[in-house]
């Protein structure tokens, strides 16, 4: 049995990895959150230490140390901002690493984060879930001889969220990277994992419940729109009353996909456990993606418009 810390165990992804960690029969020793509601840990590890102060949760890791009872790993589930920090902190403290996407917010992040790690003896591990995904791998299995022809794909998500999102760390760009980042960094992942690296990216769309643009991978041009913005869901999804709507095409065939996600966060923490898991390279391709598309002035070239961004323009 390993022990684990948790950082950031009020957020709305911590549930997973409590239960990832439960599943794979480990045991929460200490978590932190400067929220205090947190009562889902309840539901998988109610003995577990907690603390609304880092500084105790760090004399309290120190404290376990001392005692002979180290802490394995520390998962990350903070704002993206403090990814890089709180890596740091658990290298530091002997610990393994496992941070959720984005891994940091920009390129020279990567390079410094693997400094760090070739410092200890311990690693750093990143969650890129979709690449679990039955029908995300036979898609990269079906793409895996090169192509005589660039894929064209269309990729539309829309996540609705209420007007929290605006007042909390997510809608400040410089603490979440934008909806790129927020809420597309794993679509990017996925895609950049299937169609190679990224050759050029054009912004059409950029506000703060949306964004849109084309991005040119080795083997495929990718329009998409990404959105938080309920209005944006298609008429048959708010009839439903869904707030959610995916959608990856790829020569105007849909690849279904809608199903599989609840257990990929513990398929992520078997493969660590096993020594498999994915690690800080690996995240390198769509971190360089979602920088570029940051940084991007918005085009007014329209031909290459997403469908979806034409409605809301």
């Known amino acids: 049995m390993k022990h684990f810390g948790l950082i950031g165990a009020a957020g709305y992804i911590a549930p997973r990895h409590m239960k990832a960690i439960k599943e794979t029969g480990n045991e929460l ?18 003995e577990a230490y907690f603390f609304t102060e880092f500084e105790r949760f760090d004399r309290h890791i120190d404290k376990l140390r001392r005692r002979q009872t180290n802490i394995d790993y520390i998962s990350i589930c903070s704002p993206n901002y403090l990814h890089d920090a709180h890596i ?33 003896e311990k690693k750093v591990f990143t969650i890129l879930q979709l690449r679990l995904h039955p029908a995300i791998i036979a898609l990269r299995e079906q793409y895996s001889t090169p192509l005589d022809h660039i ?5 539309t998500y829309i996540t609705s969220r209420g007007n929290w999102y605006f007042q909390s760390w997510k809608g400040d760009i410089a603490k979440s990277g934008g909806i790129a980042t927020n809420i ?3 679509f990017f992942d996925m895609l950049s994992w299937i169609f190679g690296k990224q050759e050029s990216a054009t912004v059409h769309l950029d506000k703060p419940d949306c ?65 498999d898991g994915f690690r800080i390279s690996e995240a390198r391709s769509s971190i360089e993606i979602v920088h570029c598309i940051r940084n991007s002035k918005v085009s007014p070239i329209k031909e290459d418009y997403h469908p979806f961004c034409k409605k809301v323009i």
């Open 88 to 120: 740091r902190f658990s290298l530091r403290n002997n610990a393994h690493a496992i941070c959720e996407k984005p891994l940091v917010l920009n390129p020279w992040n990567v390079d410094a984060i693997e400094d760090v790690e070739s410092e200890y």
């Open 184 to 186: 597309g960094v794993h």
């Open 211 to 275: 964004a849109s643009g084309v991005l040119y991978l080795k083997n495929a041009r990718i329009r998409w729109f990404l959105s938080i913005n309920s209005d944006h869901l298609p008429v048959e999804q708010k009839m439903k009353g869904q707030r959610t709507f995916r959608s990856i095409k790829i020569k105007g065939e849909e690849i279904e996909f809608s199903e599989g996600f609840t257990d990929l966060h513990t398929a992520s923490y078997r493969n660590i456990l096993n020594g």
């Open 29 to 46: 020793k200490v978590a932190f959150d400067p929220n205090d509601s947190i009562g889902i840990i309840d539901s998988y590890f109610p």
């Open 151 to 155: 894929a064209d794909i269309d990729i």
